[in-house]
T-cell receptor
Framework: GDSVTQMEGPVTLSEEAFLTINCTYTATGYPSLFWYVQYPGEGLQLLLK?????DKGSNKGFEATYRKETTSFHLEKGSVQVSDSAVYFCALSFVNDKLIFGTGTRLQVFP | DAGVTQSPTHLIKTRGQQVTLRCSPKSGHDTVSWYQQALGQGPQFIFQ???????QRGNFPDRFSGHQFPNYSSELNVNALLLGDSALYLC?????????????FGPGTRLLVL
């Protein structure tokens, strides 16, 4: 069945470091891809999305490109801040269908 | 514009009891999905409601049931609670009729079963 695989965390970085969180997917067809972020004690917030191959989603300095050939949607940020510390979830979905999530990657940023 | 709201925020129950969780979707959204997030895990899909009908269901037992009202709000009911039902329950809404698939989440209800 359809699935999402994320790199295990935690990812520990110093402030202003470059961030990459890897995400690959398995799906029959071409789903939309999402990154959601969860801050401690809160629900999920949509960070960015891409709906077709080669689309780049971006928001708040984060970027991810939908790569059909490698079935990947890696999350990147050029310079992380302490306030970016959270758990990041990669997910896929088809139109009007459920979201399928990865297990999440915890990011810890230290000053 | 209010986002997705859920109530209550926290709940403590004992094994065997029943619980009802509530969700109000984002304005303009007609579809509600429910997810269970166990500690340290990604959310797992429970079911989705559209036009007051259960449109899709994940791999959850019949103890989990739901309802959608004409104003698009929704309830999740869990009967005969087990310790393993302790989790964060997330509601998400989306606008099916506009063809947009993006789901927006509420803050969740944290359920503890003792």
């Amino acid at each position: 069945g359809d699935s999402v695989t994320q790199m295990e965390g935690p990812v520990t970085l110093s402030e202003e470091a470059f961030l990459t969180i890897n995400c690959t997917y398995t799906a029959t067809g071409y789903p939309s891809l999402f990154w959601y972020v969860q801050y401690p004690g809160e629900g999920l917030q949509l960070l960015l999305k891409a709906t077709k191959a080669d689309d780049k989603g971006s928001n708040k300095g984060f970027e991810a490109t939908y790569r059909k050939e490698t079935t990947s949607f890696h999350l990147e940020k050029g310079s992380v801040q302490v306030s970016d510390s959270a758990v990041y979830f990669c997910a896929l979905s088809f139109v009007n269908d459920k979201l399928i999530f990865g297990t999440g990657t915890r990011l810890q940023v230290f000053p | 514009d209010a986002g997705v709201t859920q109530s209550p925020t926290h709940l403590i129950k004992t094994r065997g009891q029943q619980v009802t969780l509530r969700c109000s979707p984002k304005s303009g959204h007609d579809t509600v999905s429910w997810y269970q997030q166990a500690l340290g895990q990604g959310p797992q899909f429970i079911f989705q409601y559209y036009e007051e009908e259960e449109r899709q269901r994940g791999n959850f037992p019949d103890r989990f049931s739901g309802h959608q009202f004409p104003n698009y709000s929704s309830e999740l009911n869990v009967n005969a609670l087990l310790l393993g039902d302790s989790a964060l329950y997330l509601c998400a809404s989306s606008p099916t009729t506009s063809g947009q698939e993006t789901q927006y989440f509420g803050p969740g209800t944290r359920l503890l079963v003792l």
